[in-house]
């Protein structure tokens, strides 16, 4: 496995694997690897025949008051993690390389990007497709792989890709959970011991949504309240939102019909760390 710093050398070693027919799969990361960074690669190298990940922790899809500073960063873990998991590049870019001096273009993207954790983090997903194209034109992958963990996150590169003609495939790979089924993700070194504990009330939250559904509910304000009464009753959490909506567009609707596929969606302050979660559920 090689470590790449610049967008020259890591665009010079795809062109070459595309020259040699080789098929590049892609997983853009902020690094602090855990086992749900390393399934995607593990399914980049199923997809295709070299697996590029790239480390870089974005400042563009951080807000002002946001973690950006404390965000977990351990570049010689992650070599390793990258290494084990069946990667065969990592570019790791310093921020002068992806935004040196005079920088000025924005990947803006309308409709998906504007609810749920783009009305609680305004710059957020302009900060993601900025940087997930750069990163795009930067490694030229054939296929990108991105987790469910992030789901509107994969529905605005999507978005991108679709509206500004990037020739990559996007795949979206399952949520990895630790035992008890919290989600993997870096953020969750934040919490203390006892946060720990608690941060499983999300996924009991979701799983609410799963069972008032298969009773019958239909009424997506009912399903969110399923899920927020859940999240409310541990006394430890601040929601930004517990919603559902359909999973293709996020649209609302007041009842949801039998067949349709949704997403329910998850995000709330547990002390000072912000969790996100979701999943996705076929009306019976
Ligand atoms: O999901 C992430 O880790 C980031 O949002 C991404 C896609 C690497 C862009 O910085």
């Known amino acids: 496995m090689q470590l790449i710093k610049t967008v020259?050398?890591?665009?010079?070693?795809?062109?070459?694997?595309?020259?040699?027919?080789?098929?590049?799969?892609?997983?853009?990361?902020?690094?602090?690897?855990?086992?749900?960074?390393?399934?995607?690669?593990?399914?980049?190298?199923?997809?295709?025949?070299?697996?590029?990940v790239s480390i870089f922790v974005n400042p563009t899809q951080f807000g002002p008051t946001e973690d950006y500073a404390k965000y977990p960063r351990d570049l010689n873990k992650d070599l390793l993690a990258c290494e084990a998991a069946?990667?065969?590049?990592?570019?790791a870019p310093e921020d002068k390389e992806m935004y040196p001096g005079g920088f000025?273009?924005?990947?803006?993207?309308?409709?998906?990007?504007?609810?749920?954790?783009?009305?609680?983090?305004p710059i957020h997903f302009n900060g993601v497709a900025t940087v997930v194209t750069k990163l795009f034109l930067a490694v030229k992958p054939h296929i990108a792989v991105f987790g469910q963990k992030d789901y509107q996150q994969t529905l605005v590169v999507k978005q991108a890709v679709r509206d500004m003609l990037m020739d990559v495939a996007i795949e979206v790979a399952p949520?990895?959970?630790?035992?008890?089924?919290?989600a993997k993700s870096s953020r969750n070194t934040y919490l203390s011991a006892e946060e720990r504990?608690?941060?499983?009330?999300?996924?009991?939250?979701?799983?609410?949504?799963?069972?008032?559904?298969s009773s019958g509910a239909k009424n997506r304000q009912a399903i969110n309240d399923a899920m927020s009464e859940v999240i409310n009753n541990s006394g430890a959490f601040k929601i930004d939102y517990a919603s559902s909506a359909l999973f293709d567009d996020l649209s609302e609707p007041e009842e949801f019909k039998s067949g349709q596929e949704i997403v329910c969606l998850i995000a709330a302050y547990l002390g000072k760390t912000r969790l996100i979660d979701n999943c996705l559920i076929t009306i019976p």
């Not at 000025?104 to 983090?121: A, L, P, W």
């Not at 949520?175 to 919290?182: C, I, Q, S």
């Not at 504990?197 to 559904?213: E, G, V």
């Open 197 to 213: 504990i608690l941060a499983i009330t999300l996924y009991k939250a979701l799983n609410s949504a799963r069972q008032i559904i």
């Open 104 to 121: 000025n273009t924005e990947v803006s993207i309308k409709g998906v990007s504007d609810k749920f954790e783009g009305s609680f983090r």
């Open 175 to 182: 949520t990895v959970r630790e035992a008890d089924g919290l």
């Open 8 to 52: 020259k050398e890591i665009q010079a070693i795809s062109d070459k694997l595309r020259a040699e027919g080789k098929k590049i799969g892609f997983v853009p990361t902020m690094g602090y690897l855990h086992e749900g960074h390393a399934s995607l690669v593990v399914r980049a190298k199923e997809l295709a025949d070299i697996a590029i």
């Open 86 to 91: 069946g990667a065969d590049y990592v570019f």
